[in-house]
């Protein structure tokens, strides 16, 4: 049980000195990732590896059989009980418009793209080119501009490509996270 000096104290350090918890609110580590390309657009294949209980180094590799504008569709779930169930973000992007620096650019977009700057080649031209290789090569999951108020527990991120000019679905990526906020932290949640 956490005395009240403790949480007052925080609570200023949270006010005043927000830069202190840019490291990281949690230990947040991708667990699994699934993913799938349909036949006609490529091939995908994904994996992770567990190097510690706070930390995995994540791969994606795929190459496309065709030029491709992809629209991208981003939902999150919570697994509550041993059910994923949406939740908080649900967005869907034009992706080469953003890139454009027009059209609705979601939240989530910059920290994505952020983290996986210098682990990827994705994200850095439009439309995505066929037969190039795109890559995600030893990507950690930054967790460091998430909200502070999301709960312990399991999240799954589905990340879907949609073809643009065709309206099909191209390609889909399933992120599983563990996720725990670090322990200063519960002194104020509990
Ligand atoms: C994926 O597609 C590329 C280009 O079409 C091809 O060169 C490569 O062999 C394919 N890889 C697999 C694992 O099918
Ligand atoms: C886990 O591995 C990472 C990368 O090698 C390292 O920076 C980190 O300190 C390790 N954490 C633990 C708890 O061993
Ligand atoms: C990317 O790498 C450069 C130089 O290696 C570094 O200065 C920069 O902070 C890195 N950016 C990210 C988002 O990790």
Same mark, same amino acid.
């Given at each position: 049980?956490?005395?009240? !000096? ?9 006010? =005043?000195?927000?830069?202190?918890? &840019?490291? +990281? ?16 657009? !490529? ?9 510690? *209980?706070?930390? +995995? ?6 190459? %496309?059989?065709?030029? %491709?504008? $992809?629209?991208?569709?981003? @939902?999150?779930?919570? &697994?509550?009980?041993?059910?994923? *169930? ?8 034009? =992706?080469?418009?953003?890139? &454009? !620096?027009?059209?609705?650019? +979601? $939240? #989530? ?5 952020? +983290? ?19 890559? @995600? /090569?030893?990507?950690?999951?930054? #967790?460091? /501009? ?6 312990? !527990? /399991?999240?799954?991120?589905?990340? *879907? ?6 309206? &099909?679905? @191209?390609?889909? @990526? ?6 725990? *906020? /670090? ?8």
């Amino acid at each position: 049980m956490a005395s009240k !000096g403790v949480v007052f104290y925080l609570l200023l350090v949270f006010v =005043f000195f927000p830069h202190s918890f &840019q490291e +990281s609110f949690y230990d947040a580590v991708v667990k699994r990732l699934d993913c799938f390309m349909f036949e006609d657009y !490529g091939n995908i294949t994904c994996s992770v590896n567990l190097k510690n *209980r706070t930390t +995995s180094f994540t791969q994606v590799d795929y190459v %496309l059989t065709k030029n %491709l504008e $992809p629209i991208q569709n981003i @939902v999150m779930y919570y &697994q509550f009980g041993t059910v994923f *169930r949406k939740f908080m973000i649900d967005v869907t992007e034009d =992706f080469c418009a953003v890139i &454009q !620096g027009k059209g609705f650019k +979601s $939240p #989530a977009h910059n920290v994505i793209m952020s +983290s996986l700057k210098n682990h990827s080649n994705i994200g850095k031209e439009c439309p995505y080119k066929k037969e190039k290789h795109y890559y @995600v /090569k030893d990507y950690v999951l930054d #967790a460091s /501009k998430f909200p502070a108020a999301l709960p312990n !527990g /399991k999240y799954r991120l589905d990340m *879907r490509t949609i073809d643009k000019l065709n309206n &099909q679905d @191209v390609m889909m @990526v399933k992120l599983y996270v563990d996720m725990r *906020r /670090k322990i200063a932290l519960d002194i104020l949640w509990n």
